[in-house]
């Protein structure tokens, strides 16, 4: 007999975000549909299948389907076919099914404190930690099935955590911390690199330049570079690479690093190395606007001075220009919003920001977000499409993105990894 109640359920009432904890809440309901009494005795239950259905399916590859019944077995996608007569468990209407969205570059544990400032300097331990799990919570219900955070050391434990299924978030990627121009000769850089891939990072984040509100000029010498992206190859891990100017990102690309993070002020030259050697292009727009609404937040924080904003300002159209030469050029374009304190759970902004703003295709947008962001962390034969085989990473809208793009703001359901994290009821759809 199949029971109702116990399709497999992480309830929304998760409580972090809003800081309205309650105990029933923290009951998290993680259960399981399943064949009685196994259940009831509390054995391992066996899994029955979960059936899908939704209007519209956007496949992450570049493929629409139409009224479509999508079957989830445990974790994975088991079968897409036309939808028939038969019931289903979650009816999604005219609602538009797509893979979980992918964001390349977040700060996971970048946020604001009780006092709205970006500073958590005099936090406790467990205020930080609550509030960092807040927003791997709100970005998982924005739509984001994964996350690729570069990164802070304190990723770890929320990593790990979410990963086993202690607490609920997006699936997450970490850099730990990042290398930089004082990090040292080529020898010291190298043991560093070893150093962050034996403590568990997924991958390595260099600052091949300053920031923007810096001027964004190289900053790492060409050796120190070579030596960062040479040791992570050597133990198999891919390097994103924080560059403005050219020239850093030039020496990055020849040193055989995998994607080019804000890239603003990319040349022809260099969008066309990209080109030749297979690097990705992750221009980051959306970050730019947020600091700017949340001036008040930021304001007299590091190089956050008012030299540093208007710094910053000039960025916006400067990044549109390069993402349209980089689109003309077929540059490999991935999704990625670099979200800091304001922009997490507003991750899908940067879909507007690049259909609205510089001439994307919204198809185009989705799959960089989807089938492309999954070949760049080097997971694409686990997420980033709907297709037999894969994990059960969904994210349904009110509305379809590719005929208006703003539909993204407007997440219904969300499945990771064949367990419900969303689902609205269809009177707030
Ligand atoms: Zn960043």
């Not at 956007?58 to 139409?66: A, K, P, S, T």
């Not at 005219?94 to 390349?104: E, H, R, S, V």
């Not at 085989?389 to 793009?405: F, S, Y």
Request: hydrophobic share 45%.
């Amino acid at each position: 007999m199949r029971v109702n109640n116990s399709i497999r359920t992480f309830r929304a009432c998760y409580p972090i975000l809003q800081m309205k904890a309650s105990l029933r809440c923290l009951a998290i309901r993680v259960a399981f549909r399943a064949v009685g009494t196994l259940a009831v005795l509390g054995l391992p239950a066996k899994a029955v299948p979960v059936t899908i259905r939704a209007a519209t399916v956007i496949d992450g590859r570049g493929g629409v389907l139409h009224n479509t019944t999508i079957t989830v077995d445990g974790s994975k996608i088991t079968r897409i076919a036309p939808a028939g007569a038969a019931r289903v468990d979650f009816d999604l209407g005219n609602a538009t099914l797509m893979p979980g969205w992918i964001d390349t570059h977040i700060h996971l544990v970048s946020h604001f404190n009780g006092a709205g400032r970006a500073d958590s300097s005099a936090e406790s331990t467990t205020e930080f930690i609550l509030r960092v799990e807040g927003t791997a919570w709100e970005t998982l219900q924005a739509g984001f099935t994964t996350v690729q955070s570069l990164g802070a050391e304190s990723d770890k434990v929320v990593r790990d955590l979410i990963n086993s299924g202690v607490v609920p978030g997006p699936r997450v990627l970490t850099s730990l911390t990042a290398l930089t121009d004082k990090s040292g000769t080529r020898e010291e850089i190298r043991a560093k690199v070893q150093k962050l891939v034996a403590a568990g990072a997924d991958e390595i984040k260099i600052f091949a330049t300053k920031s923007s509100r810096d001027g964004g000029a190289q900053s790492m010498t060409d050796a120190q570079i070579q030596a960062a992206c040479s040791e992570a190859r050597a133990l198999s891990r891919r390097v994103a690479v924080h560059a403005h100017a050219a020239s850093g990102a030039k020496a990055a690309i020849l040193a055989g690093c995998n994607s080019i993070e804000h890239g603003t002020f990319l040349t022809d030259e260099v969008l066309d190395l990209m080109v030749q050697r297979g690097i990705y292009f992750n221009p980051n727009l959306a970050n730019i606007p947020n600091y700017l609404e949340h001036k008040a937040a930021y304001q007299g924080i590091g190089n956050f001075t008012p030299e540093g904003f208007a710094e910053m300002a000039k960025d916006l159209p400067i990044r549109i220009d390069t993402l349209k030469r980089a689109m003309a050029k077929k540059v490999m374009i991935v999704f990625g919003t670099d979200a800091v304190g304001g922009l997490h759970g507003r991750n899908a902004e940067e879909f507007i920001l690049r259909v609205r703003d510089a001439g994307q295709p919204a198809m185009d947008a989705l799959i960089s977000a989807t089938s492309r962001a999954a070949a760049s962390i080097g997971m694409g034969d686990k997420i980033g499409a709907i297709a037999e085989g894969m994990e059960a990473d969904l994210v349904a809208t009110d509305g379809n993105p590719l005929l208006n793009i703003e539909a993204v703001r407007k997440v219904t359901f969300v499945m990771k990894g064949g367990v419900v994290y969303k689902n609205l009821p269809p009177a707030s759809r």
